[in-house]
């Protein structure tokens, strides 16, 4: 049987990380894995996770099952993080995930069970993951332009004239803030027209917020999803708990499907549990418990809160710091959009060759379309990457 298996298509990302480790130079900078790192290159244990995890260990009595959908004291703490009071809980069915990965995958179930024939919208470009599941899964794709290769902007025109084209029960799936890979973000107005757009169609927002809290701030990077959420009729989001807690070993999500008929929510939550039950049964709980802990904990959450402010301010300094640093080479200011990016990423608007000159030259590994991992630098490798981008020709 197995030798009907075919080869599939590397991981891009994980072939760079690759190359990264086998290069033997003391100088090389990696910006191509999308995970936080402080000033020293570490992926740090969060204190207010830290100390969870000391009262978990004192105060845990079993590993046994949860339920299908996770502690519901999981699902009312993420509810609360990423929705605020937008919508009535009642509104929302909310259920524990593998990663934000598995809150993305599982919606795209959801998708398929309610309505076979949904095409699901993309921004282009957007995580690899999402184009690479919606093939796996067999569901119909389309792009939609977004990224603005001049400006560096949103082509927010244009993306407008693309969704144009969504019908009564397509999908348009997009960031709830700091896309990945551009760092370019819509405005609240920019949110309020797409909102008014899908209204006026009859299509589904899938709002994918992985970030919140490395943009702008824990409120301020809500702001969208909570705009859409208590606009439309019903919507879909996938949360990730990997990079504002910094458990992404622990692979916690949440998917909730949000319906402004509270009569669905029944419904949609028994569908969430029986998509647990088909793809992992019940999900995991340790990255969860100590979600629910820091977030339910007034101690706890002030801490988390405050070192995640440092985290976001560590991030939009190093922006600042390239766009001066890239202003003082190219006598230009050009690159001015870095400082206005938000979030990990920036892409920069290299071409495969200048990445790869960026590479041969001075060991600067980004990913080929010139996406960037802002957190994967420092003050003292900040001027490398200005020279290297300035003499690639970017």
Not at 174 to 182: I, M, R
């Amino acid at each position: 049987m197995f030798e009907t298996l075919k080869e599939q298509p590397a991981d891009k990302i994980l072939q760079l990380m690759q190359l990264y480790k086998e290069d033997p130079r003391e100088n090389k900078i990696d910006l191509g894995v999308g995970v936080y790192k402080d000033a020293s290159g570490n992926t740090p244990i969060m204190r207010a996770v830290k100390a969870a995890e000391k009262q978990l260990w004192e105060a845990e009595q079993t590993k046994a099952y949860t339920g299908l959908a996770g502690d519901p004291a999981y699902g009312d703490a993420m509810v609360s993080l990423v929705l605020g009071d937008a919508v009535p809980r009642s509104e929302v069915a909310a259920a524990a995930t593998p990663g934000g990965t598995g809150a993305v995958r599982q919606a795209f179930d959801m998708i398929r069970m309610a309505n076979p024939a949904a095409r699901v919208f993309v921004s282009d470009p957007t995580w690899p993951n999402h184009l690479s599941i919606l093939k796996h899964m067999q569901i119909e794709t389309v792009p939609y332009r977004y990224f603005d290769d001049e400006t560096r902007g949103v082509d927010f025109d244009g993306m407008m004239a693309d969704l144009d084209a969504v019908k009564a029960g397509d999908v348009v799936l997009v960031h709830g803030c700091c896309h990945n890979p551009t760092g370019a973000n819509l405005n609240m107005t920019q949110w309020q027209a797409l909102v008014d757009l899908l209204l006026a169609k009859g299509a589904v927002p899938m709002v994918d917020i992985a970030y919140q809290g490395f943009g702008d701030g824990l409120e301020e990077d809500a702001q969208a999803v909570r705009l859409v959420a208590s606009s439309v009729p019903e919507c879909l989001i996938a949360a990730s708990c990997s990079k504002n807690f910094g458990i992404y070993r622990e692979r916690t999500g949440l998917l909730m499907a949000v319906a402004q008929d509270p009569a669905k929510q029944k419904l949609n939550q028994g569908t969430l549990n029986y998509l647990n039950r088909q793809n992992f049964s019940f999900p995991p709980d340790h990255g969860a418990r100590l979600v629910t802990m820091v977030l339910t904990d007034e101690a706890l959450r002030a801490d988390w809160a405050a070192e995640l402010e440092e985290v976001r301010n560590s991030m939009l300094g190093l922006r600042a710091q390239l766009a001066s640093e890239l202003q003082r080479l190219s006598g230009s200011d050009r690159f001015g959009f870095i400082a206005q990016h938000r979030g990990m990423f920036s892409r920069i608007g290299a071409t495969p060759e200048q990445v790869q000159k960026m590479r041969d030259d001075f060991g600067v590994y980004m990913v080929g379309d010139s996406r960037m991992n802002i957190a994967g630098l420092n003050q003292s490798t900040v001027p490398i990457l200005a020279e290297a981008i300035v003499k690639a020709g970017v």
